[in-house]
């Protein structure tokens, strides 16, 4: 979920990054990525944490360190896993999004006209896609149903997809917590029904869309939803979570992840280099970009709709180092985080990852993300040490 005290660091840390971008400006070795990453965990204690660097339509570094599993020397490796929490919400936009440049979904048809034959609170009639998308449909932030719980979530009958339709359902029977439009509530509800509208549409379950949509353009092969891995086998890293009995693995299983009825807003997985791709697509520097998104839609999904500084998937906030409007993110299942900065301006960005929730991971990966913003700001040389893959 988006903690947006955490995504105030780059602000209140300006001295210090200035500094360090000095530093590099005036000859002074930087640090191999591989370093940044090994000081942080070591100060944070992380199991692993990973990053990567995009410039100028390439990733021009991408590292990962530490272990997959605590108590085990199994090394992470630069294309492992990583779960990326809310911000799956910027991919599921993005699927939605091809849906209306292809004339399958618009942005402004509403709940009633979409689902004529569900009882829904009367507060909801006029809820639209961009509504849904912009936290802007009054929709509770609680993640459950009222008088749900978590279990009971995961134990709904039937196929994830219909599942979500049980989920909608509830949901919109339930009275707003504002009134629609007037207010940014971060509400995981909102993206499930904004997916289970292009599931109805299209007949077709939001993993399904997902990959089509998304993923196989992309060419995002270790893209996949829920926890990393399999079970009995240390092939992925395995999440952690902090207990009061401190750090402990998660082993991949039904509860090891939220369950499928908020999907659409936290439990995609994947490489870094394949989170690249998908970021390359919002700085308007993939391959493939005419393909799969119009420049308008785009703008659309990069633009808060209705004030306030939450786009669809993204927060919209003002940077010096981006050029002004930057896009930032960062999502947690409590066993994980990540975060995302962009600087679409700038064709830049740096995104980090690790596999611990619950804890300081927060702040540690914010510590990665300024770091390599002032050691590698946009324009720096690609000429360095500790690369990973890059993609074309």
């Known amino acids: 979920m988006l903690n947006m005290r955490k995504i105030k660091f780059l602000f209140r840390h300006s001295s210090q990054i200035l500094a360090i971008w000095l530093a590099s400006t005036v000859g002074i070795a930087a640090e191999d990525l591989s370093e940044i990453l090994e000081k942080v965990r070591d100060e944070y204690g992380l199991p692993a944490v990973?990053?990567?660097?995009?410039?100028?339509?390439?990733?021009?570094?991408?590292?990962?360190?530490?272990?997959?599993?605590?108590?085990?020397?199994?090394?992470?490796?630069?294309?492992?896993?990583?779960?990326?929490?809310?911000?799956?919400?910027?991919?599921?936009?993005?699927?939605?999004?091809?849906?209306?440049?292809q004339g399958r979904l618009a942005w402004d048809s509403n709940l009633v006209e979409i689902f004529p034959e569900m009882k829904i609170c009367p507060a909801y009639a006029h809820v639209t896609l961009k509504h849904l998308l912009s936290h802007r449909a009054g929709l509770r932030k609680a993640s459950w149903p009222e008088g749900k719980t978590f279990r009971e979530m995961h134990h709904l009958p039937g196929s994830p997809r219909q599942q979500r339709r049980i989920y909608v359902e509830m949901v919109l029977n339930q009275e707003p917590a504002a009134q629609p439009g007037t207010q940014t509530i971060y509400a995981n509800a909102g993206y499930t029904v904004a997916a289970v509208i292009a599931e109805q549409t299209m007949d077709t379950a939001w993993e399904e869309l997902m990959r089509e949509l998304l993923f196989e353009p992309l060419s995002m092969d270790t893209a996949g939803f829920g926890p990393m891995g399999t079970p009995g086998i240390l092939d992925q890293p395995r999440q952690h979570r902090k207990t009061l009995l401190g750090v402990r693995a998660v082993e991949p299983g039904r509860y090891s992840d939220n369950p499928a009825v908020i999907g659409?807003?936290?439990?995609?997985?994947?490489?870094?280099?394949?989170?690249?791709?998908?970021?390359?697509?919002?700085?308007?520097?993939?391959?493939?970009?005419?393909?799969?998104?119009?420049?308008?839609?785009?703008?659309?999904?990069?633009?808060?709709?209705?004030?306030?500084?939450?786009?669809?998937?993204?927060?919209?906030?003002?940077?010096?180092?981006?050029?002004?409007?930057?896009?930032?993110?960062?999502?947690?299942?409590?066993?994980?985080?990540?975060?995302?900065?962009?600087?679409?301006?700038?064709?830049?960005?740096?995104l980090v990852a690790t596999n611990q929730g619950g804890s300081n991971e927060a702040a540690a990966c914010d510590a990665v993300a300024a770091t390599v913003i002032a050691r590698y700001p946009p324009g720096s040389s690609t000429n360095h040490r500790g690369m990973g893959k890059s993609t074309p």
């Open 50 to 101: 990973a990053a990567a660097v995009l410039s100028g339509g390439h990733v021009i570094a991408l590292d990962a360190v530490g272990v997959r599993k605590i108590g085990n020397d199994a090394q992470v490796t630069a294309d492992d896993q990583f779960h990326l929490g809310s911000c799956t919400k910027a991919m599921t936009a993005t699927m939605i999004a091809r849906l209306v440049d």
């Open 264 to 350: 659409p807003g936290g439990i995609v997985h994947c490489s870094m280099a394949d989170w690249a791709k998908f970021i390359q697509l919002h700085l308007a520097t993939s391959p493939v970009q005419e393909q799969l998104l119009r420049s308008e839609t785009l703008q659309v999904l990069h633009e808060p709709l209705f004030g306030g500084d939450y786009a669809c998937g993204w927060q919209v906030l003002e940077r010096g180092w981006g050029g002004g409007k930057v896009l930032t993110h960062n999502g947690t299942n409590n066993s994980n985080y990540a975060v995302a900065w962009l600087a679409p301006q700038k064709h830049y960005a740096v």
